[in-house]
């Protein structure tokens, strides 16, 4: 697991989106999935990347980006919303476990995203906790709609962005390590009929400006 440990953001980015090109393909190698692997991290865990995704059942994350045991630090919620419990464990990810890369994950078709667009519209606010799912993704919403975007694909790829940024204006740890060049916040945006996963935001990669 040394080698991990040694993955630049831009490595680390690099060997996702290689894995979702091979599921893309229907060719997936199915690393780190067996005996031996599970042996190897038993002791201890070190993933190259914090995977902070929406809880959709059609985003498992090992699977779109062919990756196995101890690779990944999955954080998921519906919207991919933040609260500082999700911001801990994030933070976890990076200070502790030494992560050099975090994947905001969103998607199409999202329930949350929808939820907060009939929101707006004057629609009812769903009852219970899933009103606060609703109303941490409405900045979002409002935000895609004053810059004239009213689009499905329009809204999630600014709440994306909203999401990565918010990481980084809510955690000085973060923050921090984004400035001094040992990590980098990216923003994926997942299709569902066709598995691919495309960068919509990027802060910290060496090549990249989205």
Aim: include cysteine; charged fraction near 20%; charge should be negative.
């Amino acid at each position: 697991m040394t080698e991990i440990l040694r993955l630049t953001p831009d490595d680390a980015l690099a060997m996702l989106l290689e894995g979702n090109q091979r599921f893309v393909a229907g060719a997936p190698e199915h690393p780190n999935q067996d005996a031996a692997r599970r042996a190897e991290t038993a002791p201890a865990q070190s993933p190259f990347a914090v995977l902070f995704g929406c809880s959709d059942s059609r985003l498992a994350a090992e699977i779109i980006f062919d990756r196995g045991l101890g690779d990944l630090f999955v954080v998921r919620t519906a919207g991919h919303v933040a609260g500082t419990e999700v911001l801990g464990s994030i933070e976890f990810g990076v200070s502790v476990l030494g992560c050099p890369l975090i994947v905001v994950l969103g998607h199409e078709s999202c329930g949350a995203i929808a939820a907060a667009c009939a929101a707006a519209d004057g629609g009812s606010t769903p009852a219970g906790f899933v009103r606060d799912v609703v109303e941490r993704v409405m900045p979002s919403v409002l935000a895609a709609r004053a810059a004239g975007h009213d689009q499905g694909e329009q809204i999630l790829h600014e709440h994306i962005r909203h999401s990565a940024g918010l990481l980084l204006e809510r955690s000085r740890v973060l923050a921090e390590r984004v400035a001094d060049g040992r990590l980098a916040v990216v923003g994926l945006s997942y299709r569902l009929a066709d598995g691919s996963a495309r960068l919509v935001a990027a802060h910290g990669l060496s090549g990249a400006a989205v």
